[in-house]
């Protein structure tokens, strides 16, 4: 971030001010992690925040220190208008696209308040006032670590602030397990344990909070696991008898796609997921070294993310999108091959 826009944003904190966080539409754990974090950096401040997430998200992610102050778009939609209206910042966390704010998107643009993007998401839209992108990191999380950092405020993380913050980057990164893990991220983890964060209690609830429904659900997603050895690819479909089956909740399917991925000689792997009551397949992708499934999801399926993870959805059936699929790989066969 540009010296001269860190000196503007130190202006921006001398005096309280209404602020408003925003995360993406089915917040992760970086997403909730990272405005948590900010959420209690701005507080530190005396501004008047508030976090407005799109929707709902899963329960694994509800036990950091502030969730409960969280406001959900969709259920209270009306107060959420006028908080975004009123609002003097708007900081948007982890996307780069108002659309990815569902129907956040047209208040987010009307609103005359100045905004300040936090994400690590290629192709960004030029729509923020300050911008803080890079693409390299981790996660957002480690992104506000550093924002904090360069305000010169890093005595004031806290327990709160780096339980937040340690959670979204062992999240976004697969337990630290992902290539985007740099020594970097490391050093920003151990300060973050300095000060309270707790790492195997944020494992444990985030990772270890299983229901016997999800683990059969699981079962169900390995047992729909097919093998395409020619493009190095692995694929899941779950249709929505199969959901409805296992009782599905929010973030149940959350880590499929990875075991997947884990198959020996698999490259690229993705997830489809029917989603009748919105009759669409969400998808997710997952890669190993410079395949790019973010420019595979953008070119044909609505989507995009990370090099080596990213999503996209489909307006045809769960078979025809399926076949789609499989019809697109051979052309991607000698990438995937060369990995």
Request: aromatic letters at 10%.
């Amino acid at each position: 971030m540009k010296k001269e826009a860190i000196l503007n944003i130190k202006q921006l904190l001398q005096s309280p001010k209404k602020m408003v966080i925003v995360p993406h539409k089915n917040p992760d754990g970086d997403a909730i992690g990272s405005t948590l974090g900010l959420y209690h950096y701005l507080k530190m401040h005396n501004q008047e925040a508030i976090i407005i997430a799109p929707n709902d998200y899963p329960d694994f992610l509800k036990w950091m220190p502030g969730e409960n102050t969280i406001l959900k778009y969709d259920a209270e939609t009306g107060k959420c208008n006028d908080l975004i209206s009123d609002a003097d910042v708007i900081f948007t966390l982890d996307f780069n696209a108002l659309n990815r704010t569902g129907d956040m998107e047209l208040v987010l643009k009307s609103s005359s308040a100045l905004k300040i993007m936090i994400d690590h998401h290629q192709q960004p839209d030029a729509y923020a006032a300050y911008m803080y992108s890079d693409v390299t990191m981790s996660s957002t999380c480690e992104m506000v670590y550093n924002f904090i950092t360069m305000l010169d405020d890093k005595n004031l993380i806290n327990q709160d602030i780096a339980t937040c913050l340690y959670t979204g980057i062992m999240t976004d990164t697969g337990s630290f397990r992902f290539a985007s893990t740099t020594s970097e991220t490391h050093r920003v983890t151990a300060f973050l344990i300095d000060k309270g964060a707790q790492p195997a209690k944020i494992h444990n609830a985030v990772m270890d909070a299983n229901s016997f429904d999800r683990m059969q659900l699981l079962g169900c997603a390995l047992t729909n696991l097919k093998v395409i050895p020619e493009s190095k690819t692995a694929y899941i479909t779950l249709s929505q008898d199969e959901l409805n089956t296992y009782n599905y909740k929010k973030g149940d399917t959350e880590g499929f796609v990875n075991y997947a991925l884990s198959l020996q000689n698999i490259i690229f792997a993705v997830i489809f997921i029917e989603d009748k009551q919105n009759n669409i397949i969400k998808m997710s992708f997952r890669s190993k070294g410079d395949f790019s499934v973010n420019e595979f999801a953008r070119a044909h399926f609505e989507g995009g993310g990370h090099t080596n993870a990213a999503g996209g959805k489909s307006n045809l059936s769960l078979p025809e999108t399926v076949e789609k699929f499989i019809s697109i790989l051979p052309a991607y066969n000698n990438a995937l091959k060369n990995e």
